[in-house]
């Protein structure tokens, strides 16, 4: 069973950049299509970025597809997401997923079978 663990994030001012990665262990990351989410205290998980296990495919949030950008090394067995132009509403527990199926439902949380424990993102004004 995959174990996924998030690593980068922390505090930024508005515009700033932040690169996140996801670090797999237990597992072969290239077994897997891989995705990220975010999610504020008292809100629904929101899904930000999902990527193929060759990482030819890519699909994002409308609303973050312009300054988000999801990556894979699998033979680093990571995942990454380099946030740019990041704004106060970005701030949020952002989590990478993991999942064998790539499919119309991507974008919804119950899709994917693994999670890590989220790295802090926050975005001051």
């Known amino acids: 069973q995959v174990q996924l663990v998030e690593s980068g994030g922390g505090l930024v001012q508005a515009g700033g950049s932040l690169r996140l990665s996801c670090a797999a262990s237990g597992g072969t990351l290239s077994d897997y299509h891989m995705g990220w989410f975010r999610q504020d205290p008292g809100k629904e998980r929101e899904f930000v970025a999902a990527i193929s296990w060759s990482g030819l495919i890519t699909t994002y949030s409308d609303s973050m597809k312009e300054r988000f950008t999801i990556s894979r090394d699998n033979a680093k067995n990571a995942v990454n997401l380099q946030m740019g132009s990041l704004k106060p509403e970005d701030t949020a527990t952002y989590y990478c997923?993991?999942?064998?199926?790539?499919?119309?439902?991507?974008?919804?949380?119950?899709?994917?079978?693994?999670w890590g424990q989220g790295t802090q993102v926050t975005v001051s004004s």
């Open positions: 997923a993991a999942t064998r199926s790539w499919n119309s439902r991507m974008k919804y949380a119950t899709n994917y079978a693994y």
